[in-house]
């Protein structure tokens, strides 16, 4: 089984970026996905999630209306589209796969999650 994001980098305020993150190994469509970070000195936060039906989806209010999460079940990948990018954005982004539910309450911890990515760093940045 395994989760590989992709797509981050350094970017300037106000800049996009889409991270992606390609599963293998397991039903990917029968799973909750969701998008962590953790920003430099501080604890996991969670960003979105998608529900397991391919089309309900939540946000953290700090990325509500600038960020959107999607899928692609027909080649397992989870996608972020991050637009008008902040400094407070600055972390690294994990895609996390749950079966049994959404998770996103605090405190979040990679081992709550039943498949867990490597990250991707987004520098936000001028």
């Known amino acids: 089984v395994q989760l590989v994001e992709s797509g981050g980098g350094l970017v300037p305020p106000g800049g996009s970026l889409r991270l992606s993150c390609a599963g293998s190994?397991?039903?990917?469509?029968?799973?909750?996905m969701t998008w962590v970070r953790q920003a430099p000195g501080k604890g996991l936060e969670w960003v979105s999630s998608i529900f397991s039906d391919g089309m309900s989806t939540a946000y953290a209010d700090s990325v509500k209306g600038r960020f959107t999460i999607s899928q692609d079940n027909a080649k397992s990948t989870l996608y972020l589209q991050m637009n008008n990018l902040k400094p407070e954005d600055n972390a690294v982004y994990y895609c996390?796969?749950?079966?049994?539910?959404?998770?996103?309450?605090?405190?979040?911890?990679?081992?709550?999650?039943?498949?867990w990515g490597q990250g991707t760093q987004v520098t936000v940045s001028s």
């Open positions: 996390a796969a749950s079966f049994r539910a959404l998770l996103r309450s605090p405190p979040l911890s990679a081992d709550k999650f039943d498949y």
């Open positions: 190994g397991f039903t990917f469509s029968s799973y909750y």
